[in-house]
């Protein structure tokens, strides 16, 4: 059974940093496109970041250096996907989903809240 935990969320100032993480279980974690997503209160749910099983990323317009996403392919470690992300916005303020992708299997975790404000 596939399950991808996301944590790290929380309450950040403005300019300030926050990394997310989500560990992935029950899946051939290094064949998966891996992302980040995020959703925003009546807002529709858009592509963060995502990066490819060999290492290929892509980044919204709106986060381009400032948000970095990694993942943790090596055999002993637990299969970690990453979210660094630096200078928050207030616009950054959204619940953050992972997501894994492979041909025609899509998984989601059930998000974590990150919330950015004075």
């Known amino acids: 059974q596939v399950q991808l935990v996301e944590s790290g969320g929380g309450l950040v100032q403005p300019g300030g940093s926050l990394r997310l993480s989500c560990a992935a279980s029950?899946?051939?974690?290094?064949?998966?496109?891996m992302g980040w997503y995020r959703q925003a209160p009546g807002e529709q749910r858009e592509l963060v970041a995502t990066i490819t099983s060999n290492g290929r990323t892509n980044y919204a317009d709106s986060v381009k250096g400032r948000f970095t996403i990694s993942r943790d392919n090596a055999k002993n470690t637990k299969k970690t996907v990453y979210l660094q992300m630096n200078n928050l916005k207030s616009e950054d303020t959204a619940v953050y989903y992972c997501?894994?992708?492979?041909?025609?299997?899509?998984?989601w975790g059930q998000g974590t809240q990150v919330t950015v404000s004075e």
């Open positions: 029950g899946m051939f974690f290094s064949s998966y496109a």
């Open positions: 997501n894994a992708d492979l041909d025609s299997r899509n998984y």
